[in-house]
């Protein structure tokens, strides 16, 4: 049964339909009753602290720098989900994200002007080093993958080392400074009025989007019936295709309702001739990049972990080791692929960091790991293998940034965050573990 | 492995990270070029310093600083007269510090340099020196015992001189305070002391100041945003944060007091990051990064800690105690640190510590790094024209003089 756990459980034992109290009719959605949850607690969070504030706190501005400072801990927890759904742990992803940012430092502002006789003025420079970049995530990866699964040290051991020994690289790597001074180009991954794809773009995305929702159910729908599955009702698919087109044009509204800065609006306005009109001129900054490739991360992830082979047999695995090894799994190539996946994921959101920063630091992802496995596990993932899900880790990490962004926001200190975010973890697993018993 | 097991086990990985990260990560990273020391004094060997055989327990050198400019300060001076020169590097732990403290001893120490990884847990080591009559030079950071001599730059007189600089550009207004890790008594105690000395609370009394980020009512604790381990990444989210909030409440930031480099690049990232322009902002280490900024116009000060200069002081003084002389009467040789850096008095001075002890002290004099004494950090040899210059436009009448 775990290994089916990332898809509705209603799927498999259609409703009764007699029964017509409230909990019937969501299940009848068979919408997932932990993510909505998380849905509705983050507005609840998010209300919060608009109170709190006075009233300031939910403008859409402050909503996109919160996505944006969730976006590499989001992009990393999605392959964290694989990891301990595949009951192994990965307590290195802190310092690959700091040796891959360091790389792209490194190679941009040194490296390549120097000995590979790339100027700044070369085509798709960062385009390169970002390559070079993912590949050494990818191999780090690899490597103690290969240590797990072929010659059995423990995940906890190999990536404690990895944790320990990767910091102490980047010393090296670096001569112990900072460096700093990325391509522009590069600097787009990281956010910004400028990192951002444009409101033009952005109303595209709404409507691609809105499309993909519409015809995803249609797709849906049309399969169960012609596998004879139980089908929802009409006004539940009704209220999904509502509900769904609703969220994406609300996040396009609120990505547009972010202008760009009245300085460098101004400045553009002047660099194009453009009059500035009365009251300012507003150009809307659209969805920052950071927050694309979020969504992009998820959607991809989550279709490997649903609907790819590997996904699957990464939750049979989670689900009983035994049992998939009997199979006929190839469980050792397996558990390799999840730490090669979170390796090129801690290199994505390696890039987001850098280009953020315009640079790289010694200290940069020291302790990701540990909002990474937090958002992991308030997103529903657990530590007994075989349950998990990519969009609850997405969720997790925007829950937990939304708690440290909204308490950073009010003036409580990093002392005050953290009682409040290591509280928030303990209560979001111990909802887990009481609604498991309580037996769904 | 059993579920029950691995679920254990997760605390547990915690606890050691914890434990990992614990002591390096409450430090403020100091970076600079690694770069051989060129300006050492090369004095004949004379008498008594000859075979005098000078030990330095690092506790780490994980910061850049230590290998890069502090040690070939002490060697330098300790070698140039005819002494010798042995060291130890404790990676952060305390435990390694005193082993490493007795390993110098039996290899015939005659005078110790102690940089502690904390000021009471080095304790039985300088009771194993005081018993065998070796003395001890407190480099850098404190040592809570009677005896030792605390050889230091004044960290108050860095907050001051932030302080000093940024008030003086912005003399009122609204201010953003960014401060350091909460445990470490650098970033709770002594930089905001000094920034007091130079009446940053006497202008929020008198409202000619408006700190825009304070956390509650008391004056220091509450005032600014903590950064944990002095993280660049954290100081970025803390300061989009509150750039964030002051455009929602119409709110201008008119000068940002950053405690050090770390947090001041995090700043900076923030506020481009935001396209704010760039109001007065400080920051103190002379990281190459952040001197670089300085001559790009986006940080207003960098308070640099000459450590060649702490380490050459450190190396005739523990040469000076080599020959016998009484630390109470030590005096400094006049023109052997820089006049900008030295102390007010070049004898011994008294120090009160805050676990109430009474040492011997030279405390020494950061130096204010602003646009128009670049020049100083590159005489020093401290950065690199390159680095100090990168993506300066030379041309334009705007370059600061130093990289021109």
Known sequence: MTNLADAPPQAVSAPPRQRRSFRDLVLQTEINFRLFGMLVALAVILLVFHVWSGGTFLRPENMLSLAVQASGIAVISTGMVLVIVSRNIDLSVGSIVGIVAMTYAVLMTDVMPGLLGMAGDFPFRWLIALGLGMGLGLAVGALQGFIIAYIGVPSFIVTLGGLLSIRGAIWYFSRGAAVSGLDEDFQLIGGGAEGSIGGTATWVVAVLGSAAILALLYYNRRQRRRYGFPLRPIWAETLLASLGVLFVWGLAWVANRNFWPRGLAEAYARANNIPIPEGGLLIPAGLPYPVVIVIAVALLMTWIATRRRFGRYVYAYGGNPEAAELAGINTRWTIMKTFMLIGILCAIAGAIAAARLNGATLDIGVSYELYVIAAAVVGGTSFAGGIGTIPGAVLGAFVMQAIAYGLSYVGVNSPGQNVVAGIVLILAVGFDAWNRRRGT | ?404
Request: aromatic share 4%; hydrophobic share 40%; charged share 20%.
């Open chain 2, 1 to 404: 492995m059993s579920l029950n097991r691995r679920a254990a086990i997760l605390p547990a990985a915690l606890l050691i990270i914890a434990a990992c990260g614990g002591p390096g990560a409450t430090q403020a990273p100091t970076q600079g070029p690694t770069q051989a020391a060129t300006d050492a004094p090369t004095t004949a060997p004379t008498g008594a310093t000859a075979d005098c055989t000078v030990a330095v327990s690092w506790n780490n050198f994980q910061q850049p600083r230590w290998a890069a400019h502090d040690q070939p300060g002490i060697k330098d001076t300790v070698e140039a007269a005819g002494g010798t020169y042995i060291d130890a590097d404790a990676d952060l732990s305390n435990e390694q510090q005193i082993t490493d403290v007795d390993t110098l001893i039996s290899r015939g120490a005659d005078v110790l340099i102690l940089l502690a990884q904390d000021t009471t847990a080095i304790l039985p080591a300088v009771d194993t020196a005081n018993q065998e009559g070796i003395p001890i030079i407190a480099y850098d950071r404190l040592i809570e015992d009677p005896e030792v001599l605390y050889i230091t730059f004044d960290n108050v007189a860095v907050g001051r001189a932030e302080a000093e600089a940024i008030l003086e550009a912005v003399p009122e207004g609204n201010y953003v305070l960014i401060k350091g890790d909460p445990g470490d008594p650098n970033a709770s105690t002594f930089l905001p002391q000094g920034w007091d000395e130079a009446g940053l609370k006497a202008k929020v009394d008198a409202g000619e100041i408006t700190i825009l980020n304070m956390s509650g009512d008391n004056w220091p604790e509450d005032a600014g945003t903590y950064t944990a381990a002095w993280a660049t990444e954290t100081a970025q989210d803390n300061m989009e944060t509150i750039i964030d909030r002051a455009v929602a409440e119409d709110n201008t930031i008119d000068a940002i007091l950053a405690e050090n480099d770390s947090t001041a690049i995090g700043v900076v990232a923030a506020l481009e990051a935001k396209s704010y322009g760039f109001p007065p902002l400080s920051g103190q280490d002379g990281d190459p990064a952040n001197l670089n900024n300085v001559a790009l116009g986006k940080q207003y000060v960098d308070v640099w800690k000459n450590a060649r200069e702490l380490g050459k002081a450190a190396g005739a003084a523990a040469l000076a105690l080599c020959e016998g002389q009484d630390m109470a009467s030590l005096t400094m040789e006049e023109g052997l640190v820089d006049p900008s850096v030295a102390p007010d008095s070049l004898t011994a001075q008294d120090f009160e510590t805050p676990g109430g002890n009474t040492v011997k002290s030279f405390i020494l004099k950061p130096t204010p790094i602003t646009r128009e004494n670049l020049d100083l950090v590159l005489e020093g040899g401290w950065v690199t024209k390159d680095q100090l210059c990168q993506g300066v436009d030379t041309a334009s009448a705007e370059a600061p003089e130093a990289c021109k």
